[in-house]
T-cell receptor, first 112, second 115 residues
Framework: ELKVEQNPLFLSMQEGKNYTIYCNYS?????LYWYRQDPGKSLESLFV?????AVKQEGRLMASLDTKARLSTLHITAAVHDLSATYFC????????????FGRGTQLTVWP | SAVISQKPSRDICQRGTSLTIQCQVD?????MFWYRQQPGQSLTLIAT?????????ESGFVIDKFPISRPNLTFSTLTVSNMSPEDSSIYLC????????????FGPGTRLTVL
């Protein structure tokens, strides 16, 4: 069965701390996508990682992709409350037809 | 990125009825998709809405339950037929971006409650 697995599913962290969310996928895709969802809102595209070794950074978030290990990470540096949201990774299973298959999401809560 | 709107934003429906959800995009797009997000869960792809031909459904989803129309490059509808409480979900449409590979942009979603 093709899977996209995220861990942890729930993450509660203090402001200023660092942490990493992991995304394992089971296909041979070279591409991995990260999205953010605020409560009651739709999804916002954060990062698109297109090849092995890809690293992208936006503010306090940095995403990387290791296609050999079929692992992507989303690293949070010096967390702030505004980062509280649910983060999803998604895999396209190597297809260019646009379909995405999502992990269960990591619900991040950042507290003072 | 495209601006995507959905109607209705939310609805409460009775068991056995059907609801049609509309998705409108402000520019022409080649690919449109429909997803379901059950309470507290991730997104599950229902189907790809193809312009001018039948939708392509994912495993576990059938046309009789989720008929989809795509009359042009800016509009699609998803109907949830013969609803049961298990259909209570958020339904989101998305479009493929013009740039990076399979990056998609999502509409605001339709929150459906079936009693």
């Amino acid at each position: 069965e093709l899977k996209v697995e995220q861990n942890p599913l729930f993450l509660s962290m203090q402001e200023g701390k660092n942490y990493t969310i992991y995304c394992n996928y089971s296909t041979t895709s070279d591409r991995l996508y990260w999205y953010r969802q605020d409560p009651g809102k739709s999804l916002e595209s954060l990062f698109v990682l297109l090849s092995n070794g890809a690293v992208k950074q936006e503010g306090r978030l940095m995403a990387s992709l290791d296609t050999k290990a079929r692992l992507s990470t989303l690293h949070i540096t010096a967390a702030v409350h505004d980062l509280s949201a649910t983060y999803f990774c998604a895999d396209d299973r190597g297809s260019t037809l646009g379909r995405l298959y999502f992990g269960r999401g990591t619900q991040l809560t950042v507290w003072p | 990125s495209a601006v995507i709107s959905q109607k209705p934003s939310r609805d409460i429906c009775q068991r056995g009825t059907s609801l049609t959800i509309q998705c409108q995009v402000d520019s022409q797009v080649t690919m449109m998709f429909w997803y379901r997000q059950q309470p507290g869960q991730s997104l599950t792809l229902i189907a790809t809405a193809n312009q001018g031909s039948e939708a392509t459904y994912e495993s576990g989803f059938v046309i009789d339950k989720f008929p989809i129309s795509r009359p042009n490059l800016t509009f699609s509808t998803l109907t949830v037929s013969n609803m049961s409480p298990e259909d209570s979900s958020i339904y989101l449409c998305s479009v493929l971006g013009q740039g990076t590979y399979n990056e998609q942009f999502f509409g605001p979603g339709t929150r459906l409650t079936v009693l």
